[in-house]
């Protein structure tokens, strides 16, 4: 029920935002917005974490149950060119997943809820089309790197305890698409971008052959972000 509430939310933003843009002869708002130097914002959205497992042998696979999160952040961003800007995107990305492992009875052992707070450090190359009135669409990519305040990586409890521990310290790379909306007071700016992590994030139970996590060759995180920037 969540998810088509934030995707009609979505949708009825961008339809109100489009018919006001997309006129014949628009008034231009923020004429001069694209010509300075380093610009400024914030953005809130929406994520949902997933996890591309692979296996050390053929076995039933892992479940992965994904949930919405929410995104925050701040913006800094260097103009290079009319068409290039250079973008810095701190912010705060809180997630859960459900994992269900096969071949337990009880929920107990079988259920894990992995519960992730990443501190999230992007840099991104923004690439964006001439102005068309009062809007201008953009490809961005770039790299960051999160860390994950609730990784448990340090803690000496695992799996046999309850406890799922997964690294610190995680790299992605990041793809997306949106367009700018130029607003008669501000920026505004709806964007979808996917992120998917490069490195293994799975802390391996103290038994090599555990139930858990013994079959597993690696786990890395993959999400989705929905974001809405102010500028």
Request: hydrophobic residues 35%; glycine residues 10%; aromatic residues 16%.
């Amino acid at each position: 029920m969540k998810k088509w509430f934030f995707i009609g939310l979505t949708s009825f933003l961008m339809t109100n935002t489009l018919s006001a843009q997309f006129n014949e002869s628009p008034i231009l708002n923020k004429q001069n917005e694209d010509k300075k130097l380093l610009n400024w914002g914030y953005f809130l959205g929406l994520n949902q974490y997933d996890f591309k497992i692979e296996y050390k042998e053929n076995a039933q696979d892992i479940l992965v149950s994904k949930s919405f999160g929410f995104n925050v952040g701040l913006i800094g961003e260097v103009r290079l060119n009319e068409f290039l800007d250079v973008r810095f995107e701190p912010g705060l990305h809180y997630g859960s997943r459900l994992m269900g492992f096969p071949g337990f009875d009880d929920e107990r052992d079988a259920i894990r809820e992995v519960k992730s707070t990443y501190i999230n450090f992007p840099l991104l190359l923004k690439a964006s089309t001439k102005r068309f009135g009062n809007f201008k669409p953009f490809l961005l990519g770039g790299a960051s790197t999160g860390l994950n305040l609730g990784s448990n990586e340090e803690s000496l409890d695992d799996n046999e305890s309850g406890t799922f521990r997964m690294k610190k310290w995680v790299y992605n790379y990041e793809l997306g698409f949106g367009i700018d909306f130029y607003l008669e007071y501000f920026k505004f700016t709806p964007s979808i971008r996917g992120v998917f992590a490069i490195t293994d994030e799975l802390v391996p139970d103290n038994d090599p052959n555990s139930p858990w996590t013994g079959n597993i060759e690696s786990l890395k995180t993959r999400g989705i972000f929905i974001n809405f920037t102010f500028e």
